[in-house]
């Protein structure tokens, strides 16, 4: 009797959160559908009569003559990600190298400061950093968005952590090979420990290529602009063109989601573990 | 014996040598800003030539600005709606989680795919879905013949900008949650069955306390993003209408850039900061306890 009410309630759970998902997923559904149907139906039904590609067209070609380079700015944005989190990987692993396996009289103090530094909120420092990039008569250029963010305090942390767990035989068995220190750390620090790699890799790739109130601030130039800064201003100037507006949502926002789905396991693994 | 000697301070040599180049880019990137914080704190500056120490003036002045407090209001509006739907929905969703066996995945990615959508572009998005024509309107126009200003009603702007970032963090904070839910003993679980205890005195007496820690952390997190929320306001309501959607952070760009007045922006930011941090050691003065198991 009360296995089977046990049951029962559980079935409707069931039911009840595969119908919250659907929910869920509903905004990203009508943003697609918008994206692909004819611009008369955009608020007037959920399916389209019959698909087109008109408004990514008109965003990827005509948008272009309106000074609003959508394909170029994808590029940059791209561009901008990958070069940020590679540097992140790189210098996080190379230090995190050094804190961890190395003894030496600072170490727990830059660790500590590491630290202390996560503390701060960002917004603290927008002001002044925008002064310094001023300073450094970097402002309008892609460098404004990429150096100040080449290291990070967090993926050092993070790696630290990780490589700390990473017995030292290994290591010792490389060093008796004859193995430099760059090749302990790419070659065997790396692989060991690769899910933190991914989950640094990934919540950094995320952060810049969504990153909005920063590029917003130190890029003037329409043939500068990340993505997130053109989309806004296109949806700014011309937000009557709902259809485009949509289209280049989904272009800026897919690139995200894919990316989610593929390293699924590392984000979620990414949300556990900032809990520790 | 020397041999090794050498090696240690080669090794503490080497080990240095790498961590400093955090400690330059810190000194640049970090302590640089720092520094000019403190400056602008104290001085009058509109970009072009030195600032100019004008003491506590910059202060007095946040002080008294009723600008500065309507936004401080509007975040803490925002939290009204955004902290306790947010925390009781994301509790709901790990337990419901905790309990599903079938589609588990499917439903945690639904929740989580939220997560990772655009600022600039899942603004656009629900401005339209939200728009008094659009879809979400039309719906319940159908079912139960009500119209919602979402976004364009005073009364109701920062409440659906608190529900859009709900659907956003829902699925974050839940997994949160989830990891601190599934770390939790059975056993203490089915000793409370033996000792005959419902499943209420269950989730009081076992599940809440045991969850404290990772309850503080979705808190934490709920605050700082609150203080810092920009993106949404920005690009749906523009701080408006009547500025009942103003934040402090669009309200210090607005300030800097536009009325070039980078040095006030600064202490509004330091002023922000310190409101959230006395929030965020509140909380872990009055929430944070020794778990007693027994």
Known sequence: ?276 | MSKRIGLAKKEARKGFGISSIYLIYAAIFWGYPFVWLFILLFSKWRFVGSPQFVGFRNITRVLTDPLFWKTVTNVFRFMMYYIPLVLIGALLFAIALNKIKFGKTFVALSFLVANVSSGVAYSIMFSNLFSVNGPINKALNSLFGITIPWFTSPQWAMFSIALIVIWKFIGYYGLILYAGLTAIPKSLYEAAELDGAGSLTKFFRITLPLLNPSIIMVLVLAITLAFGIFTEPYMITGGGPMRSTLTPMMHMITTAFQRMDPTYAATMAVFVAIISFGMIWVIRKTMEREVDLV
């Open chain 1, 1 to 276: 009797m009360t296995n089977k009410k046990i049951q029962s309630g559980n079935v409707i759970l069931h039911i009840v959160m595969f119908f919250l998902s659907l929910i869920w997923l509903y905004p990203y559904a009508w943003l697609f559908l918008a994206s692909v149907k004819p611009s008369a139906e955009i608020y007037t039904r959920f399916l389209p009569t019959r698909f087109t590609l008109e408004h990514f067209r008109f965003i990827l070609e005509s948008a272009e003559r309106m000074n609003r380079p959508f394909i170029r700015a994808f590029f940059i944005s791209l561009f901008v990600s990958v070069t940020v989190t590679v540097c992140v990987i790189i210098t996080s692993a190379i230090i995190s190298f050094a804190l961890s396996k190395y003894r030496f009289k600072a170490r727990d103090g830059i660790f500590n400061f590491i630290i202390f530094q996560m503390v701060f909120p960002g917004f603290m420092f927008t002001i002044p950093l925008y002064i310094l990039m001023r300073n450094m008569h970097l402002l309008n250029s892609l460098a404004a968005l990429i150096v100040p963010f080449i290291m990070s305090g967090w993926g050092i942390f993070m790696m630290t952590q990780s490589f700390r767990g990473t017995p030292n035989d290994y290591i010792e068995a490389a060093k008796m090979d004859g193995a430099s220190d760059m090749f302990i750390i790419f070659r065997i620090m790396l692989p060991l420990n690769n899910s933190v790699i991914a989950i640094v890799g990934l919540f950094t790739f995320i952060g810049v290529w969504d990153n909005f109130m920063w590029p917003l601030i130190v890029i003037q130039d329409y043939y500068k602009m990340p993505l997130s800064v053109l989309l806004a201003s296109f949806n700014h100037e011309y937000g009557a063109y709902i259809g485009p507006v949509m289209a280049g949502s989904v272009i800026q926002t897919l690139p995200m989601v894919l990316i989610f789905i593929i390293f699924r396991k590392a984000f979620l693994q990414g949300i556990s573990m900032s809990l520790k």
